[in-house]
């Protein structure tokens, strides 16, 4: 008994204890000697880290992710075994040679003044501390290190297949997150991120040909010219062969950067909004300069919609390999028609509402990172363009269907890194986490989503918001029971299937429709009932797990609410007065917001 009593005791004291939401704090400050002609840097660290935790820390751990690019690294191990490797990657990290690896080496670290001893994992850095860091104590970490820039391959290095000279992305030790979870240091696979909150002071001297732009706030722009001076004011002539370009980034969990000499630096201002910078290579077909103005009012609807964005400047680089997203920045390769280009520069710059001002663990919750901002995308993109359509994110359903078809699903639980396939991946973090809003759209309403959307932006901004943070935002928000959906659809591999079964016209001029719920996954309905003469009806079917309805929406007109259809029961009824109306047709959701697989069981009369 005394056991159990202390047992108890333990589970009440540590729940109380993380009842209370807290974050880790980082400040770095960093100077940066770059030499071009060998792509490698040196580079001073001073990282004041504040743990805000309740625990007391004996151990730190940094992410050393330029090692990851070196052959037999476990990015290059999983690239040439995984069953579809990225062909981005695929043996290219096998085949560099010396000259063209990436790697961090830690030179020295203090703690406070005192050494430390450390030990490099692959890509992870554990130190063991030479003093214990208390809750609500603060340490100093002083770092000397040299790095060389890997050869382009993924997201990082120099350059790219485009001919930009860097792309310098997760190119620092940086300090890996501690929550309440514990310690996040995660290996670098290919995945995705998760960085501790902070502020940037860094400083880079590269060869004065450079053009540089990224995360932060330039802080000497009238020395370095390049676009970046005040008009009218001329750049200094600063003797020597490197010029240094100084970054202040406050309250952001990362710092990125790219430079090369032939860099086109051009800006426009958002109304009540940021300065956009646009640096970019030669453009012959013009698509840059055009996106310019019409990303303007892209970025004026996305703080309308979502929350206000929180920054003074954004920042559009072409580099990299594909299109990647970093506070106040993404870097995007050119050499797509302009829609193409317009899309992934809106996908990417949303990320800074969806990652970077709302920082999940993206690489444990990559749907609420890539979904979130993908259906952030379909909204924007269906907005401002020529032919919007009633439902932009309807085509998802059918590549949901494709994945559940091809047998390779793996629930949203899946950590990013250990997913089997890239292809259910890449289906399951956008576009399932994109239909997961969707579905919930679909559930409390269109009114009451969107209110949802924004007090979560607000309520979460700067932090780290979890997926049962969301769902009890919008919990809040409707007055719904919201949990039984969370677990199902991310957690387990149920879907969506409902039927219209029969139609039986029964004695004293009634019809009964009977309905089948052929997926495991319950949902609320939306049924869309016409008679020969054209009457309306909306029947809506709520889940008993909801404890709860929504409220009708634009266009339900002669709307009639039915008894719950509980999860446990494959069947349901409804009997219709048919003594004067004569059945034409019916519909389940007709907005086709629900992702029901095979929504051609959906419709009466039952096709051909």
């Given at each position: 008994?005394?056991?159990?009593?202390?047992?108890?005791?333990?589970?009440?004291?540590?729940?109380?204890?993380?009842?209370?939401?807290?974050?880790?704090?980082?400040?770095?400050?960093?100077?940066?000697?770059?030499?071009?002609?060998?792509?490698?840097?040196?580079?001073?660290?001073?990282?004041?880290?504040?743990?805000?935790?309740?625990?007391?820390?004996?151990?730190?751990?940094?992410?050393?992710?330029?090692?990851?690019?070196?052959?037999?690294?476990?990015?290059?191990?999983?690239?040439?075994?995984?069953?579809?490797?990225?062909?981005?990657?695929?043996?290219?990290?096998?085949?560099?040679?010396?000259?063209?690896?990436?790697?961090?080496?830690?030179?020295?670290?203090?703690?406070?003044?005192?050494?430390?001893?450390?030990?490099?994992?692959?890509?992870?850095?554990?130190?063991?501390?030479?003093?214990?860091?208390?809750?609500?104590?603060?340490?100093?970490?002083?770092?000397?290190?040299?790095?060389?820039?890997?050869?382009?391959?993924?997201?990082?290095?120099?350059?790219?297949?485009?001919?930009?000279?860097?792309?310098?992305?997760?190119?620092?030790?940086?300090?890996?997150?501690?929550?309440?979870?514990?310690?996040?240091?995660?290996?670098?696979?290919?995945?995705?991120?998760?960085?501790?909150?902070?502020?940037?002071?860094?400083?880079?001297?590269?060869?004065?040909?450079?053009?540089?732009?990224?995360?932060?706030?330039?802080?000497?722009?009238?020395?370095?010219?390049?676009?970046?001076?005040?008009?009218?004011?001329?750049?200094?002539?600063?003797?020597?062969?490197?010029?240094?370009?100084?970054?202040?980034?406050?309250?952001?969990?990362?710092?990125?950067?790219?430079?090369?000499?032939?860099?086109?630096?051009?800006?426009?201002?958002?109304?009540?909004?940021?300065?956009?910078?646009?640096?970019?290579?030669?453009?012959?077909?013009?698509?840059?300069?055009?996106l310019q103005n019409e990303f303007t009012g892209a970025f004026t609807?996305?703080?309308?919609?979502?929350?206000?964005?929180?920054?003074?400047?954004?920042?559009?680089?072409?580099?990299?390999?594909?299109?990647?997203?970093?506070?106040?920045?993404?870097?995007?390769?050119?050499?797509?028609?302009?829609?193409?280009?317009?899309?992934?520069?809106?996908?990417?710059?949303?990320?800074?509402?969806?990652?970077?001002?709302?920082?999940?663990?993206?690489?444990?919750?990559?749907?609420?990172?890539?979904?979130?901002?993908?259906?952030?995308?379909?909204?924007?993109?269906?907005?401002?363009?020529?032919?919007?359509?009633?439902?932009?994110?309807?085509?998802?359903?059918?590549?949901?269907?494709?994945?559940?078809?091809?047998?390779?699903?793996?629930?949203?639980?899946?950590?990013?890194?250990?997913?089997q396939t890239n292809y259910c991946y890449g289906i399951s973090s956008?576009?399932?986490?994109?239909?997961?809003?969707?579905?919930?759209?679909?559930?409390?309403?269109?009114?009451?989503?969107?209110?949802?959307?924004?007090?979560?932006?607000?309520?979460?901004?700067?932090?780290?918001?979890?997926?049962?943070?969301?769902?009890?935002?919008?919990?809040?928000?409707?007055?719904?029971?919201?949990?039984?959906?969370?677990?199902?659809?991310?957690?387990?591999?149920?879907?969506?299937?409902?039927?219209?079964?029969?139609?039986?016209?029964?004695?004293?001029?009634?019809?009964?429709?009977?309905?089948?719920?052929?997926?495991?996954?319950?949902?609320?309905?939306?049924?869309?009932?016409?008679?020969?003469?054209?009457?309306?009806?909306?029947?809506?079917?709520?889940?008993?797990?909801?404890?709860?309805?929504?409220?009708?929406?634009?266009?339900?007109?002669?709307?009639?609410?039915?008894?719950?259809?509980?999860?446990?029961?494959?069947?349901?009824?409804?009997?219709?007065?048919?003594?004067?109306?004569?059945?034409?047709?019916?519909?389940?959701?007709?907005?086709?917001?629900?992702?029901?697989?095979?929504?051609?069981?959906?419709?009466?009369?039952?096709?051909?």
């Amino acid at each position: 008994m005394i056991r159990i009593i202390a047992a108890l005791l333990f589970i009440s004291s540590a729940s109380f204890a993380q009842h209370g939401y807290w974050q880790q704090h980082a400040s770095y400050q960093m100077e940066i000697d770059m030499d071009a002609t060998k792509h490698q840097f040196t580079g001073k660290q001073k990282l004041v880290y504040t743990n805000n935790s309740p625990d007391t820390l004996t151990k730190v751990f940094y992410h050393l992710y330029f090692n990851a690019f070196q052959p037999g690294s476990m990015m290059d191990v999983r690239s040439r075994t995984i069953r579809d490797a990225d062909p981005r990657v695929a043996d290219r990290i096998s085949k560099l040679k010396p000259e063209e690896i990436g790697y961090h080496k830690i030179n020295k670290l203090t703690q406070d003044g005192m050494p430390l001893k450390f030990h490099v994992q692959g890509t992870v850095l554990e130190v063991d501390l030479a003093k214990p860091i208390l809750p609500g104590a603060k340490a100093e970490f002083l770092m000397d290190f040299n790095s060389q820039v890997p050869l382009q391959v993924r997201r990082s290095g120099r350059d790219n297949a485009q001919g930009v000279d860097y792309s310098m992305t997760q190119w620092y030790p940086k300090m890996a997150e501690y929550d309440y979870e514990g310690w996040h240091s995660d290996p670098y696979v290919g995945r995705e991120f998760y960085g501790v909150w902070g502020d940037f002071d860094v400083k880079i001297s590269i060869d004065k040909k450079y053009v540089l732009g990224g995360t932060g706030y330039l802080q000497n722009s009238n020395e370095i010219g390049h676009g970046y001076a005040t008009p009218g004011v001329e750049a200094k002539q600063l003797l020597g062969e490197k010029l240094t370009w100084h970054f202040v980034a406050p309250q952001v969990h990362d710092f990125a950067w790219a430079a090369d000499p032939d860099y086109v630096h051009h800006t426009t201002q958002v109304p009540d909004g940021p300065t956009l910078h646009f640096l970019y290579l030669t453009d012959t077909t013009g698509n840059w300069l055009r996106l310019q103005n019409e990303f303007t009012g892209a970025f004026t609807l996305m703080n309308e919609t979502f929350g206000k964005y929180p920054y003074k400047q954004f920042s559009v680089i072409q580099g990299g390999d594909g299109g990647m997203e970093y506070p106040m920045a993404t870097l995007i390769t050119s050499g797509r028609n302009y829609g193409g280009l317009l899309s992934v520069t809106v996908h990417e710059a949303l990320h800074n509402w969806y990652y970077g001002v709302l920082a999940t663990n993206e690489s444990k919750y990559p749907w609420m990172d890539e979904g979130f901002t993908s259906y952030a995308q379909d909204y924007v993109l269906n907005a401002i363009g020529k032919n919007p359509v009633g439902n932009p994110h309807a085509n998802d359903i059918q590549r949901l269907a494709e994945l559940h078809k091809n047998g390779v699903e793996e629930p949203l639980t899946t950590h990013a890194d250990h997913y089997q396939t890239n292809y259910c991946y890449g289906i399951s973090s956008y576009v399932q986490g994109s239909v997961f809003l969707m579905q919930l759209e679909y559930i409390v309403g269109k009114e009451a989503f969107w209110k949802g959307m924004k007090r979560y932006f607000n309520e979460w901004k700067f932090k780290h918001p979890t997926p049962n943070d969301f769902l009890r935002v919008m919990e809040k928000t409707s007055g719904l029971e919201l949990n039984w959906f969370m677990d199902l659809w991310v957690g387990t591999t149920q879907y969506i299937d409902y039927s219209i079964e029969e139609i039986e016209k029964e004695k004293k001029g009634r019809t009964v429709i009977e309905l089948k719920r052929v997926g495991q996954l319950p949902m609320p309905l939306d049924i869309k009932v016409v008679d020969k003469d054209g009457n309306i009806t909306w029947y809506y079917i709520p889940v008993g797990l909801m404890r709860g309805e929504k409220p009708g929406e634009e266009g339900q007109i002669n709307r009639v609410v039915l008894p719950d259809w509980e999860w446990t029961n494959p069947t349901y009824e409804i009997d219709i007065d048919q003594k004067k109306r004569k059945i034409e047709r019916i519909t389940i959701d007709p907005s086709n917001r629900l992702a029901d697989l095979n929504n051609l069981n959906g419709v009466y009369p039952f096709p051909k």
